[in-house]
């Protein structure tokens, strides 16, 4: 089998482990899936394994995401945050250009620290929210997540600040999540696919953990029917807190 000539049955148990865990969190909050993904698996595996590994998974599960309540609906989602969509999009193609000209860790941590202290203030029981939606707010949001996302592969984390900042309604935040990353994830496969990551020899590899995700997703999915818009919010915000701290350590120790 292909797959054994780059990692052992046991790492693909763990593999298969990581996955299914990283799915449930989307399933529940509707992000940090590269984030589980790439931690867990490059406790024992390869970064570049790591990261291939995750490619189709998420490009998988985010279609799903996005698509889950229907065709107009991913379509409605993409007129209300067009802004944010176009921003994001011509800055994640600037912060590509000059990955090799800037550490990358300079970016993690400028949105590490903005996205730790949102989350903390929030889950400490401060309330920091926008009445209503600003084109310019949206506009640099945008630029923000496009940008670190080109820099860094991940542009989770300023998004769901925004969107939670919104207070918007869990089945459109995950709608809107899935749009978002789902674009984004079309870009991260062409980019791998062109930078020799995604191979012949890699490619099983993130085929395989399509099928634990979509399980964990599944349960993911279920846990998030059962509470309410309050709970949502607070789960999100704890999420969005670990995130932004493993966003600082990873610009404070790589």
Known sequence: MVLFSILTPQELLLAFGVAFIA?????????????????????????????????LPTLVTNGIQALREGVPAAVSSIRQFRTFLIVGLV???????VVSLVPASTFLLMIGIPVSFFA???????????????????????AIAGFVGGMSGIWGPPTVAYLTALNTPKAVQMRVQGVIYGLGAVALLLAHLGSGILRAET?????VLIAPALAGMWIGYQLQ???????FRK?????????GLNLLRRGLVG
Do not use: H, W, Y
């Open 225 to 231: 029917s059962r509470i309410d818009q309050v709970l």
């Open 91 to 97: 800055f994640l193609l600037m912060g590509a250009q």
């Open 23 to 55: 799915g449930c969190v989307k399933g529940m909050v509707g992000f940090a899936m590269p984030m589980v993904l790439v931690s867990g698996l490059s406790m024992f595996l390869p970064p570049d394994l790591a990261i291939a590994g995750l490619i």
């Open 203 to 207: 490619a099983p590899f993130s085929v």
């Open 120 to 142: 903390l203030i929030q889950v400490l029981g401060a309330q920091l929210t926008l009445n209503a939606p600003s084109v310019r707010i949206e506009a640099f949001i945008g």
């Open 235 to 243: 789960v999100t915000l704890l999420v969005l807190l670990i995130a």
